[in-house]
């Protein structure tokens, strides 16, 4: 079985200050690791993944993510958030040996001018 | 590169009727392709996986008879909502997998399907 857990259902930081958005993992084997963002009535939008390799993976739009496999994590961040940045953002894993991507519940950000 | 689009981007209906959604792969191959729902404010749930040229696989819960999947080549794939009824009014959201990197998911933009 694999799992996602997003513990903030909401994120507000102001414009130009740093941003995080937490996400943790579950599954029996090896993880791909995903974020997509989500902007209204839209589909989700790639934004970068963790295969193997670099425990720090970059994306699209500035933003990177941290693999840490001890503390079973995949926080997604960007040094300066833009007010364009306010979304709803998904992190998402799949166990290698599985072809499902199970999501989180989905971090709703805004970003105030 | 990696670009799926979806057809219509919103429907109304009347109930009873039945309602076909396009995926489409625009600028790869795609092995796999996948059929969500999304429900306001909530995260994505799989309705169904296909693979070109075989049967759909449904998960747990999804009727496979209501829910029609046809998959007729690596670039598209449809959604038929059969005899559709107000409470199948939700965001329909594909996605595909490429050739060339089959452990990423590309989504469409999402289909809006009101039924009155």
């Known amino acids: 079985a694999q799992s996602v857990a997003q513990p903030e259902d909401q994120v507000n930081v102001a414009e130009g200050n740093p941003l995080t958005v937490k996400c943790t993992y579950s599954?029996?084997?090896?993880?791909?690791l995903f974020w997509y963002v989500q902007y209204p009535n839209r589909g989700l939008q790639f934004l970068l993944k963790?295969?193997?390799?670099?425990?720090l993976v970059k994306g699209s739009y500035g933003f990177e993510a941290e693999f840490n496999k001890s503390q079973t994590s995949f926080h997604l961040k960007k040094p300066s958030a833009l007010v364009s940045d306010s979304a709803l953002y998904f992190c998402?894993?799949?166990?290698?040996?599985?072809?499902?991507?199970?999501f989180g519940a989905g971090t709703t950000v805004t970003v105030r001018a | 590169g990696a670009v799926v689009s979806q057809h219509p981007s919103r429907v109304i209906c009347k109930s009873g009727t039945s309602v076909k959604i396009e995926c489409r792969s625009l600028?790869?191959?795609?092995?796999?392709m996948f059929w969500y729902r999304q429900f306001p404010k909530q995260s994505l749930m799989l309705m169904a996986t296909?693979?070109?040229?075989?049967?759909?696989?449904?998960e747990q819960g999804v009727e496979k008879d209501k829910f029609l999947i046809n998959h007729a080549s690596l670039t598209l794939s449809t959604l038929t909502v059969t005899s559709a009824h107000p409470e199948d009014s939700s965001f329909y959201i594909c996605?595909?997998?490429?050739?060339?990197?089959?452990?990423?998911?590309?989504f469409g933009p999402g289909t809006r399907l009101l039924v009155l």
């Open positions: 599954v029996s084997g090896n993880p791909y």
């Open positions: 296909s693979n070109e040229g075989s049967k759909a696989t449904y």
């Open positions: 963790y295969i193997t390799g670099d425990n």
């Open positions: 600028d790869f191959q795609a092995t796999t």
């Open positions: 998402a894993v799949r166990d290698r040996n599985d072809y499902k991507l199970s």
């Open positions: 996605s595909a997998e490429r050739l060339e990197a089959e452990e990423t998911q590309y």
